[in-house]
């Protein structure tokens, strides 16, 4: 057989090899506290679940949903968008994707041909780089710098990048920083996006997964002409990794693209989870506010344990991750290794996100709080 050789320019999913590991581990009885990947501990709400059986009961739950989303479920995205954000959205701007990772695929073929560039940031959720590879498309990397709170310096990408570069994908809330995007930084990447011809595409995975005080923000309030895209998940907030949804809002040439490529490739989710995502966006701000508790309650316990082991972090107000720097005499790997070895605690190392870093590790607050304070509890104390 012959292969695509884009093929071997990509690693396997990181987490599908640490399942591996993982089990592993479990095989021989050790115990873990799984730290790695963004999948909630959370219970998904009642009414989700309900929606999601009520319609078993419905004639055609089984056969094909529309291509680009179950109406009631677009028309409630819409609403979402006008009462959180008084941003208003046609039917034509918005469709449903099975699962965000879907959308941030697809989009590349819809926007770029084999040959052009895409900006990306680094470090990054790394389905950017893997799928532009996949689909023949060049990267540029924006570094994401700490003393820029990883906000990226756009005047640092040279102009024949930009020249060439049909798209570039920002990503605030941001995994795995958990900086947050200001009014400012949208503004001005939306005036980027428009005075250099770009699709700039933010993925909103984490947009509602804040500190209880900080209000959500969406680049569609600033982007005026509707030239950008944003995409947005059910999997983070509303506990759904497993029942895969999301949705794309924005400019409707990109949306419609998406389409053609989505209509192409699959044949759009099961209607029963459009349903269950339906009533998922029905819960008032009391759930929302309920779950930024869980985490924030999470994060300044693990905080305070990192402190009194002297291990630095980046204080972010968004996202449930934790981005820190592996303590002194310590590359990541090596302290990721030790965490796994000696304290049974798996989270990523940096280079997952940047293959250059050899600092950073990602902590995933997806653990019960007193889980999070046994295992940090036991660390030795670092210089
Ligand atoms: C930044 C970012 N975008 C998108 C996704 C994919 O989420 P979904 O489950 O909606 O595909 C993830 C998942 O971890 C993520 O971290």
Redesign the pocket.
């Known amino acids: 057989m012959k292969y695509n050789s884009r093929i071997s320019s990509i690693a396997e999913y990181h987490f599908r090899k640490l399942d591996y590991i993982k089990n592993i581990f479990q095989e021989q009885g050790i115990k873990i506290t799984d730290l790695s990947i ?1 999948d909630p501990d959370l219970q998904v709400d009642k009414s989700i679940l309900e929606a999601l059986v009520a319609d078993f009961s419905n004639s055609g739950f089984n056969n094909y949903p529309p291509y680009e989303g179950m109406r009631d479920l677009k028309e409630a995205v819409i609403k979402y968008y006008r009462d959180r954000f008084l941003v208003d959205i046609n039917y034509d701007e918005v469709i449903i994707l099975i ?3 879907e959308g ?1 695929n697809n989009i590349i073929p819809a926007s770029c041909g084999i040959g052009d560039y895409a900006i990306i940031p680094s470090p990054a ?1 790394p389905v950017y780089e893997t799928c532009c590879k996949l689909w023949g498309v060049n990267t540029y990397k924006i570094e994401l710098k700490e003393k820029d709170m990883y906000l990226p310096n756009l005047n640092s990408i040279p102009s024949k990048i930009l020249d060439k570069s049909n798209l570039m994908i920002i ?1 605030y809330p941001n ?1 795995p920083t958990g900086a947050v995007g200001n009014a400012d930084f949208f503004k001005e990447i939306v005036e980027f996006a428009y005075e250099n011809n770009i699709l700039v595409c933010n ?1 909103g ?1 984490y947009n509602e997964i804040l500190d209880v005080d900080v209000k959500p923000i969406s680049i569609l309030q600033f982007d005026t002409e509707k030239k950008c895209i944003e995409i947005g ?1 059910f ?1 983070k907030i509303y506990n759904m ?1 497993g029942f ?1 949804i ?1 949705y794309a809002v924005g400019n409707s040439r990109a949306i419609s693209a998406l389409l053609k490529v989505k209509s192409n490739v699959d044949s759009g989710q099961f209607k029963p989870i459009q349903k269950a995502a339906e009533a998922a966006l029905k819960l008032d701000i009391d759930y929302i506010n309920r779950i930024r508790n869980i985490y924030s309650e999470r994060k300044a316990a693990a905080e305070m344990l990192l402190d009194e082991h002297n291990i630095q972090y980046f204080n972010s107000a968004g996202t449930f991750y934790l981005w820190c720097k592996a303590p002194y005499g310590y590359s990541n790997i090596e302290f990721c290794e030790e965490l796994l070895k000696e304290y049974g605690i798996v989270v990523t190392p940096g280079s997952i996100f940047d293959v250059d870093d050899s600092t950073h590790f990602r902590i995933s607050l997806t653990r019960d709080k007193n889980e999070i304070i046994n295992c940090f509890k036991s660390l030795k104390s670092y210089k």
Do not use: F
């Open positions: 963004g699962g965000s990772k941030l959720y990503n995994n993925d995975a998940s999997s990794t895969r999301g």
